[in-house]
C-alpha cells in the first residue's frame, strides 16, 4: 500500500537559514506523481511542485529546491535563505496511476510544521 | 478564473443535525475528491467520484455520503454529525485522465466544521 513518510514533525530555523524537509514514500507502482504544498495559517493548500516517477532531475525554483531519488525513495524539500513568510506547514503526497483503479487520490505525509524565527 | 468553492467556510452545529458542505468547480472536471485533515494524521480522503453519477468510497467515508448529479458539484452530507467529524474539509478536482505535464489537482479553500 502506499504510504508517505514525514519524520520531521515540527522545524524551527533562525530568519535566513537553510532548511530540507524530507519525504520518504512507498509504492509498488512504477507509475506516479510526488507533490509538495504548503498551508499558510490561514488554512489553504497552495501547490509547489509536481514531480512524474520518470523525471529525477532536481528542480529549483527561485529560494526552493527539490531533490528527487528512486533509489531512496525521497522526495526532500530544500528552502535557502528561508524567511518568515515560509512559515507553514508543508504536505508531501504521493499520486499512483496503477494501484488505484482510476481513483486519482493524493496520499499525504503528516506534515512538517516550519517556524522561521525573525 | 479557474477554482474549487466551497461553502460554509467556517461551520459550528450540534451532534445529530444534518449538514451539507457544498463543493464547486468551473473547469468541467471529470474527477473530484473530498478530503478531511487532522492533526498528525495529514489529509485523508472520504469519497471520490470519477464522473457523474459514479462514486465510491475513500479511506475514511464513515458518517458521509456524497452525490454527484452534475459535473461540476460535489457536495459531502453529514447525516448525524458526530464530534469525531470535527475536522477541516477540502475539496478537490482534477481532469480524470489527465497525466501530462501539467498534471494537477485543485483543491478548495478548505471547510472548518465544528460539531459540539
Known amino acids: 500500500a502506499q504510504k508517505v513518510t514525514q519524520a520531521q514533525t515540527e522545524i524551527s530555523v533562525v530568519e535566513k537559514e537553510d532548511v530540507t524537509l524530507d519525504c520518504v514514500y512507498e509504492t509498488r507502482d512504477t507509475t506516479y506523481y510526488l507533490f509538495w504544498y504548503k498551508q499558510p495559517p490561514s488554512g489553504e493548500l497552495v501547490f509547489l511542485i509536481r514531480r512524474n516517477s520518470f523525471d529525477e532531475q532536481n528542480e529549483i525554483s527561485g529560494r526552493y529546491s527539490w531533490n528527487f531519488q528512486k533509489s531512496t525513495s525521497s522526495f526532500n524539500f530544500t528552502i535557502t535563505a528561508s524567511q518568515v513568510v515560509d512559515s507553514a506547514v508543508y504536505f508531501c503526497?504521493?499520486?499512483?496511476?496503477?494501484?488505484?483503479?482510476?481513483?486519482?487520490?493524493?496520499?499525504f505525509g503528516t506534515g512538517t510544521r516550519l517556524t522561521i524565527i525573525p | 478564473e479557474a477554482q474549487v468553492t466551497q461553502n460554509p467556510r467556517y461551520l459550528i452545529t450540534v451532534t445529530g443535525k444534518k449538514l451539507t458542505v457544498t463543493c464547486s468547480q468551473n473547469?468541467?472536471?471529470?474527477?473530484m475528491s473530498w478530503y478531511r485533515q487532522d492533526p498528525g494524521l495529514g489529509l485523508r480522503q472520504i469519497y471520490y467520484s470519477m464522473n457523474v453519477e459514479v462514486t465510491d468510497k475513500g479511506d475514511v467515508p464513515e458518517g458521509y455520503k456524497v452525490s454527484r448529479k452534475e459535473k461540476r458539484n460535489f457536495p459531502l452530507i453529514l447525516e448525524s454529525p458526530s464530534p469525531n467529524q470535527t475536522s477541516l474539509y477540502f475539496c478537490a478536482s482534477s481532469p480524470r485522465g489527465g497525466r501530462g505535464d501539467d498534471y494537477e489537482q485543485y483543491f478548495g479553500p478548505g471547510t472548518r466544521l465544528t460539531v459540539t
Open positions: 473547469m468541467n472536471h471529470e474527477y
Open positions: 503526497a504521493l499520486s499512483e496511476l496503477e494501484s488505484n483503479f482510476g481513483n486519482e487520490k493524493l496520499t
